[in-house]
Every structure is written in C-alpha cells, then in structure tokens.
C-alpha cells in the first residue's frame, strides 16, 4: 500500500528515471523540484525558456545547469509549444507547467500540430499525504471541469483510475461525493452518483470500485460510515473521491492543504503523456511530488 509520498519517490525511482519538459522553467521551486528528482534519479530534465534567467536562478539555489539541457525561448506561449514538441517526438516522456499560465500550457497540450490530445476529457487528479488518513488519497477534479455531465464525470473517474493503477492501487476503491447519502431528484448530483455506481456494477466502469453517493465524512471515516449505517467496502476506506464540480474540489484541495498541512501533487491526465500542474502557491516539495507521480504514470502507458 502506497502510505505517503516517500513511498511514492521510493517507486517513482525504482521504475525512473523518465525525462521531463519544462515549459517556461524560469522559476526557482520549479528548478528546485527539478534539482531533487535528478538527485534522487526520479526524473531528468530538459529546461526550456529563456536561458539566462534560468541560469541566474540556478546559480542561487547551486543547480548545476551544465546537467540539463537547456532550450532558450523567451516567449512563453512558444516555450510551451516547445516543451510540448518535445514530448510529442519522444525526447521527454512528460511536460511540466513551470512560469506560465495553466490556460496556456494547456492550449499548447491542444495544439493540432505538436499536442498531446487523444479526444479524451483532460483531467486534473490530486493526490494528497496527510497524517489523519492512513494512505495516499486522490481528489478529482479541483482544476479543469466546471460542473461536468454525467459522461464527463464517467471519464474523469476513469482518468483517476489509470492514476491509481499507476500507484500501484490495483482496485481503487471510489467515492462519488454528494452532501448526502441518499439519492435525491432534486439534487442532481446525487442521481449521477447512483448512475456511476450501476455502470460500475454492470461493467461498464471497470478496474475499481464505485460507490454513491457519499458524503465526504461517510467515505474517508469508518466510524461516520458505521453511525450512519452504511455497510460497503468503499464507506471510511475511500481511494479516490470524485467530486460533484470544480467548486467542491477547489475547496477540498486548498483546504487539505493549507487547514490540513496536507503535501500534495497534481497533474492533468487524458493527453498522451502526463502533464505535471501544479498551483505557483505550491511548494517545491509539492513539484516534486508531481514530478514523481507523472514519472510513475509515464511507466504505466
């Protein structure tokens, strides 16, 4: 069982190291990031972005840049279009949203010539270590879709899966997150929640286990479960929680993180390769973890 993030680092060195592509690298915890993963052979890099702020960074955090290939673009939607190109010839296995706006790494990620899409859902997948929950527990999605449909979240739920597998959680067990239990027409959250649940049943949904709707305490305390008289393998024991919209797993993330002290990765998941996103609020430790996890993702494709 995956616990925290060392065991993470711990796999994602066993199974690296794989390359990663930096867009717009410029950023000191980004480089510090990258600075750990080659020292702990998770991960090489390949830094691209305008070369001589790179260089003065690195000079104050002692990154020696002569390691890593270094692609001097200045302008950042070209950056981005560089870093994706070069996961798409094969030259680094995943790309990595460094100084640069989310909408435009990921507008390069869609790019009809040098992107990664599949004409899946693209995804954002969390993954959190906290000292009151007794393994890793992903959250999605708390950055990419809105209010998603019912076929969207179908996805979603899938592309949290393929995550987990990386981890090595062979059946994640799922919790469709509701503010209640009970299925109620008026909320319609809760209809999707049951609907998940049946396509789960009939093999429709494969590789984990889903149940709802829940809510948040039913699916990650056992004691709530049992209070409230709820029997199933998911109740309290929660892998995964797939949240009802953007809004829900916004909150949760950043509340996780700055009321829990929760460490945390994140990265967006449908396109060909990972692609490693994380918050510019977020830590270099967080980057790292993120870093790891899409080298555990990359082994898995």
Do not use: W
Not at 68 to 81: G, P, Q, R, T, Y
Not at 124 to 135: I, L, N, Q, R, S
Not at 241 to 247: A, C, K, N
Not at 250 to 273: P, Q, R, S, T
């Amino acid at each position: 069982m995956i616990r925290n993030f060392d065991d993470i680092l711990n796999l994602a060195k066993k199974k690296g190291p794989k390359t990663v592509s930096v867009a717009v690298a410029q950023d000191k915890e980004v480089l510090l990031a990258v600075k750990e993963a080659k020292e702990r052979e998770v991960a090489d890099a390949i830094l691209v972005g305008d070369k001589e702020e790179i260089v003065k960074i690195a000079k104050t955090i002692d990154l020696d840049v002569d390691k890593f290939e270094i692609v001097d673009v200045k302008d950042n939607k070209e950056a981005s279009l560089k870093a994706v190109e070069l996961v798409s010839i094969g030259k680094a296995h995943m790309v990595m949203k460094g100084l640069v706006d989310t909408s435009i790494i990921l507008k390069a990620v869609l790019n009809d010539e040098v992107g990664l899409k599949t004409g899946k859902v693209l995804s954002h997948v969390a993954v959190f270590d906290m000292p009151t929950y007794e393994k890793v527990l992903l959250v999605t999605d708390a950055a990419m879709n809105i209010a998603p449909s019912l076929d969207a979240k179908k996805e979603i739920l899938e592309n949290a899966t393929f995550v987990a597998h990386s981890l090595d959680i062979e059946e994640p067990k799922v919790a469709v997150i509701c503010a209640k239990e009970k299925v109620n027409p008026k909320m319609p959250d809760t209809v999707d929640a049951a609907s998940l649940t049946e396509m789960n049943e009939n093999g429709e949904i494969t590789g984990c286990m889903v149940k709802g709707p829940f809510a948040l305490d039913n699916a990650v305390s056992k004691e709530a479960a049992k209070h409230k008289g709820i029997d199933h393998p998911v109740a309290g024991d929660a892998d995964i929680l797939l949240m009802p919209d953007i809004e829900a797993g916004n909150v949760l993330y950043k509340a996780l993180v700055f009321l829990a002290g929760a460490e945390n990765a994140g990265v967006i998941v449908g396109a060909k390769a990972p692609v490693v996103l994380t918050s510019r609020a977020d830590s270099d430790a967080a980057k790292l973890n993120s870093i790891a996890l899409g080298v555990l993702m990359a082994s898995k494709n």
